[in-house]
């Protein structure tokens, strides 16, 4: 299977282009909105998941759970600079 990896620091809109499965997942999460017409195409080139979860009150590490349990692999820009 091949590893997913979500960049915390890239935008949502990036994010759902790459894995268009991640639009839902962030749905169930709270992030209501993104599954609105326009929404990803305007809004989600600008906002990031840490900065949506800081307007949703959602904590981060709840996101970043979720997302490992659906099989992603979630970094930040200083954690892929690290291994790189």
Do not use: W
């Not at 499965?21 to 609105?36: R, V, Y």
């Not at 800081?54 to 992603?72: Q, S």
């Amino acid at each position: 299977m091949t590893q997913r990896e979500l960049n915390l620091n890239e935008s949502v809109y990036s994010l759902c282009t790459r894995y268009p499965e991640l639009k839902d997942i962030m749905a169930e999460m709270g992030f209501s909105d993104i599954t609105k017409p326009g929404m990803l195409g305007s809004v989600g080139r600008l906002m990031t998941l840490p900065k949506g979860a800081a307007m949703r009150g959602i904590d981060i590490g709840t996101i970043k759970a979720h997302l490992e349990t659906r099989g992603f692999v979630v970094k930040d820009e200083g954690e892929a600079a690290i291994e790189k």
